[in-house]
Nanobody
Framework: VQLQASGGGLVQAGGSLRISCAAS????????IGWFRQAPGKEREFVAT????????WYADSVKGRFTISGDNAKNTVYLQMNSLKPEDTAVYYC?????????????????WGQGTRVTVSS
């Protein structure tokens, strides 16, 4: 499975940005896609995850109510809509894929990773 994250950029605090994760290659009958982020000098952290059907989602407390994860199966793409952005949201955002329908926040549960897209929120 190949994952391509895109859509990052520079945005002012309070603004919005949508990043995308396009998947190609091997497919699974059931899978979940997650977004993680890593800020400079910090460990990678979980952001959000969604199952194949889009019926289940899970968010980190730090982004709940501000970020929305969604998927378009026809385009094999998962989106992360980020609203009310804060400077502390600045990070490289990575998408990851795992087989199976269960949602996990632990990065090691995900077998495939994209290259990341940088999001910078200015104050």
């Amino acid at each position: 499975v190949q994952l391509q994250a895109s859509g990052g950029g520079l945005v002012q605090a309070g603004g919005s940005l949508r990043i995308s994760c396009a998947a190609s290659g091997r497919t699974f009958s059931d899978y979940a896609i997650g977004w993680f982020r890593q800020a400079p000098g910090k460990e990678r952290e979980f952001v959000a995850t969604i199952n194949r059907e889009g019926s289940n989602t899970w968010y980190a407390d730090s982004v709940k109510g501000r970020f929305t994860i969604s998927g378009d199966n026809a385009k094999n793409t998962v989106y992360l809509q980020m609203n009310s952005l804060k400077p502390e949201d600045t990070a490289v955002y990575y998408c990851a894929a795992k087989s199976g329908r269960w949602l996990y926040s632990r990065g090691y549960e995900y077998q495939y990773w994209g290259q990341g897209t940088r999001v910078t929120v200015s104050s």
